[in-house]
């Protein structure tokens, strides 16, 4: 009996090869925790991204997780210095006290993308598993503080690069005969923002909670109470969608939130801006709102 192989799918033909880089919370405690993979493809191209997420980091480590999040960001520094000048990691040193080689392999996929995902499959739990643990849609207590994180970072940005608008953050307007104020992210007479931020790992409850902030921008809109800015942005932070860490189905279901939310808030004058940083969204208001 012959098989047709035909009917099996082809072997990927993209070769390469994969780092899984560890740290120990606490030195000489034999911990650890892979935060960072690095792939590099036959064509010499490679990648290094952080394979455990900062809204995790944030969970774990609560008011802390900001020294580890800038560890991990020196280390990659490094990493990438590295591979600028040798094709693999065996002599490469880490900066920083804790942070090691944990495992490595060699692999074949359609890209570099792909190879990045088996190396986070494998070693990483803190990563796309994380994602696809199921949850209590009703809790939304996490995505509400990384909301609150993300819009303190924005005003801290954008404070640095121009304090003078420094006293426009966090304004209360009332807009209506009820003695109820509604907090905007930012608002002068010019220009006026709410910030929203998508977390991949709580993506419903941040969605609900970005429409909150389109439906308030609109009541500012409609008042007859307030001085109506000429611009107003709902500006979201989203991750990228290449991010090998955020699985296909939650990549598909951003795209299709971000088609709907960007109808919602175009129906009323409002521009929807999607990010990848605070200091984009920053950047966006000081050109407008300046």
Same mark, same amino acid.
């Given at each position: 009996?012959?098989?047709?192989?035909?009917?099996?799918?082809?072997?990927?033909?993209?070769?390469?090869?994969?780092?899984?880089?560890?740290?120990?919370?606490?030195?000489?405690?034999?911990?650890?925790?892979?935060?960072?993979?690095?792939? *590099?493809?036959?064509?010499? %191209?490679?990648? +290094? +991204?952080?394979?455990?997420?900062?809204?995790? !980091?944030?969970?774990?480590?609560?008011? /802390?997780?900001?020294?580890?999040? #800038?560890?991990?960001?020196?280390?990659?520094?490094?990493?990438?210095?590295?591979?600028?000048?040798?094709?693999? !990691? @065996?002599?490469?040193?880490?900066?920083?006290?804790?942070?090691?080689?944990?495992?490595?392999?060699?692999?074949?996929? $359609?890209?570099?993308?792909?190879?990045? %995902?088996?190396?986070?499959?494998?070693?990483?739990?803190?990563?796309?598993?994380?994602?696809?643990?199921? *949850?209590? @849609?009703? $809790?939304?207590?996490?995505?509400?503080?990384?909301?609150?994180?993300?819009?303190?970072?924005?005003?801290? @940005?954008?404070?640095?690069?121009?304090? /003078?608008?420094?006293?426009?953050?966090?304004? *209360?307007?009332?807009?209506?005969?009820?003695?109820?104020?509604? *907090?905007?992210?930012?608002?002068?007479?010019?220009?006026?923002?709410?910030?929203?931020?998508?977390?991949?790992?709580?993506?419903?409850?941040?969605?609900?909670?970005?429409?909150? /902030?389109?439906?308030?921008?609109?009541?500012?809109?409609?008042?007859?109470?307030?001085? /109506?800015?000429?611009?107003?942005?709902?500006?979201?932070?989203?991750?990228?969608?290449?991010?090998?860490?955020?699985?296909?189905?939650?990549?598909?279901?951003?795209?299709?939130?971000?088609?709907?939310?960007?109808?919602? #808030? !175009?129906?009323?004058?409002?521009?929807?801006?999607?990010?990848?940083?605070?200091?984009?969204?920053?950047?966006?208001? +000081?050109?407008?709102?300046?």
């Amino acid at each position: 009996m012959t098989f047709d192989i035909s009917l099996f799918p082809a072997k990927p033909t993209y070769a390469g090869k994969w780092w899984s880089v560890s740290f120990e919370p606490i030195i000489g405690s034999g911990e650890r925790i892979n935060a960072i993979i690095v792939a *590099r493809g036959v064509d010499g %191209r490679y990648e +290094i +991204i952080q394979s455990i997420r900062d809204e995790v !980091l944030d969970s774990i480590y609560g008011t /802390k997780s900001e020294a580890i999040k #800038a560890m991990v960001s020196w280390v990659k520094d490094s990493l990438n210095s590295h591979l600028n000048s040798s094709v693999n !990691l @065996e002599h490469w040193a880490s900066p920083i006290s804790g942070f090691a080689i944990s495992k490595h392999a060699e692999a074949l996929d $359609d890209s570099l993308s792909g190879i990045l %995902r088996q190396a986070v499959r494998l070693t990483a739990s803190l990563g796309t598993l994380t994602l696809e643990a199921d *949850r209590s @849609e009703d $809790d939304d207590r996490s995505s509400q503080k990384q909301s609150e994180q993300w819009s303190t970072r924005i005003s801290d @940005e954008a404070r640095r690069l121009n304090p /003078k608008i420094s006293d426009y953050f966090g304004t *209360r307007v009332q807009l209506s005969s009820a003695h109820l104020q509604t *907090r905007f992210g930012f608002y002068n007479d010019v220009y006026a923002s709410n910030f929203g931020l998508m977390v991949p790992s709580r993506l419903s409850a941040s969605i609900n909670s970005i429409k909150a /902030k389109v439906y308030d921008l609109e009541s500012l809109s409609r008042s007859s109470m307030v001085l /109506k800015p000429y611009v107003l942005d709902v500006i979201v932070g989203i991750p990228s969608y290449e991010d090998p860490t955020i699985p296909p189905k939650t990549v598909a279901s951003m795209r299709s939130y971000v088609n709907e939310l960007t109808e919602l #808030a !175009l129906k009323e004058d409002i521009n929807f801006i999607p990010v990848n940083s605070a200091l984009e969204a920053a950047q966006r208001i +000081i050109k407008i709102a300046a």
